[in-house]
């Protein structure tokens, strides 16, 4: 039975949970602060493999120090909160410490940020289903949850990879990512945590913008079946999807307007107004592109009156220039904290639909 609508939607009646949160905050509160207006979230939640390509490109060694000292800098980056909502981290960083001591899930709370952590177990190969995979991570994922509570995180990320190929996706593979999605977001709830869904189209590929659109709507009419499904409150959860876009070898790529509205259209007819915000991950666009095209999609929003925070969730299209200005070596750490204050400000601009081109070559200095 569905809850009353004032229920606290982490105590659901009849819960058979193992051990009731009794601080729990209001799930639906803090959904909205991770996409308040002006503000998008940072994904630094890389597994350590991930990592170990973005520093391999900037000639840094993949050690646990070097990890530390470069999430160090990002979250204390003077004046982030002003862009950055929220923060999503690794299962390492939400364990580590910065050079004075202090947890780095601490520097991001002295500033107003939200921590929140990646808690699945990645993409692995789906059995009988070639070129397709599974996210992984629902055992044991009750008390994991649990953990990342008390360690202090208030929201959570689950990311399920769709590919489109020849013969792909499959029902079979959307219908298995999409019960995964749910499960996890129902047990985020239930412990106390704000779950970040996240279906993500891939845009590798030839494909045109119209297949991502076609594989993106069924894919999201299947992600909200199961939500509904598995009882999860749809206003104390976020969406994190792709953007509907052309593949990245698509023969021609499809400009932000048409970006913008595909994108618009597929969510008008999938994701319920219930939603508070839907926080774009940037997938592979490089820095510029992501921010021109959630600009474009903030833009047609407004004509369209579209019911939703539109914002961004960006790992590389935040990350990208900072790492390059950072380069490994401790002198370079205010000119990474400037790069990454200016990719933030950019973005969030975006999110308002107030973003120029021109400010791209603007310089963003860090407030004293
Ligand atoms: P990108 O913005 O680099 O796609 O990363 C966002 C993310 O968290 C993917 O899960």
């Known amino acids: 039975m569905a809850a009353p609508i004032d229920a606290d939607p982490a105590s659901p009646e009849g819960s058979t949970m193992t051990t009731p949160?009794?601080?729990t905050p209001d799930l639906r509160a803090t959904a909205r602060a991770m996409v308040a207006p002006g503000k998008g979230i940072l994904a630094a939640d890389e597994s350590t493999g991930t990592i170990a390509k973005r520093f391999s490109a900037i000639g840094v060694e993949n050690t646990e120090p070097n990890r530390r000292d470069y999430r160090e800098l990002l979250f204390r980056t003077p004046g982030m909160a002003e862009y950055v909502s929220g923060v999503i981290l690794f299962d390492e960083t939400i364990r580590q410490r910065g050079a004075d001591g202090t947890p780095?899930?601490?520097?991001?709370?002295a500033q107003g940020v939200i921590p929140g952590i990646k808690?699945?177990?990645g993409a692995q190969p789906l059995a009988f289903a070639p070129g397709e995979t599974v996210t992984e991570g629902l055992d044991g994922l009750r008390e994991r949850l649990q953990e990342y509570r008390t360690l202090g995180a208030r929201f959570t990320k689950w990311r399920a990879v769709i590919h489109i190929g020849d013969d792909t996706p499959s029902g079979y593979a959307i219908d298995v990512n999409a019960h995964a999605l749910a499960r996890y977001a129902a047990l985020c709830q239930e412990?106390?945590?704000?779950?970040?869904v996240e279906p993500e189209v891939l845009m590798d590929g030839p494909h045109g913008i119209d297949e991502c659109f076609?594989?993106?709507e069924i894919t999201l009419r299947e992600v909200f079946a199961q939500l509904a499904q598995h009882g999860v409150e749809l206003d104390a959860m976020v969406l994190k999807p792709n953007m509907v876009v052309s593949g990245t070898e698509a023969r021609e790529r499809a400009d932000p307007a048409s970006v913008a509205a595909h994108t618009i259209r597929c969510f008008a007819r999938t994701?319920?107004?219930?939603?508070?915000g839907i926080a774009f991950l940037s997938g592979g666009q490089s820095d510029a592109e992501a921010t021109a095209n959630l600009d474009a999609i903030n833009r047609e929003a407004a004509k369209v009156g579209a019911p939703w925070e539109l914002t961004f969730s960006y790992g590389r299209g935040l990350q990208a220039a900072p790492q390059a200005a950072w380069g490994g070596r401790a002198e370079n750490a205010r000119a990474a904290q400037e790069a990454f204050l200016h990719r933030a400000r950019l973005a969030a601009a975006?999110?308002?639909g107030a973003y120029d081109p021109a400010m791209e070559d603007e310089v963003t200095t860090i407030p004293s």
């Open 191 to 196: 412990v106390g945590l704000v779950p970040i």
């Open 350 to 352: 975006a999110r308002s």
């Open 104 to 109: 780095l899930v601490e520097h991001l709370v």
């Open 214 to 216: 076609e594989v993106t």
């Open 119 to 121: 808690v699945d177990a």
């Open 271 to 276: 994701v319920p107004v219930a939603v508070p």
């Open 21 to 23: 949160v009794n601080d």
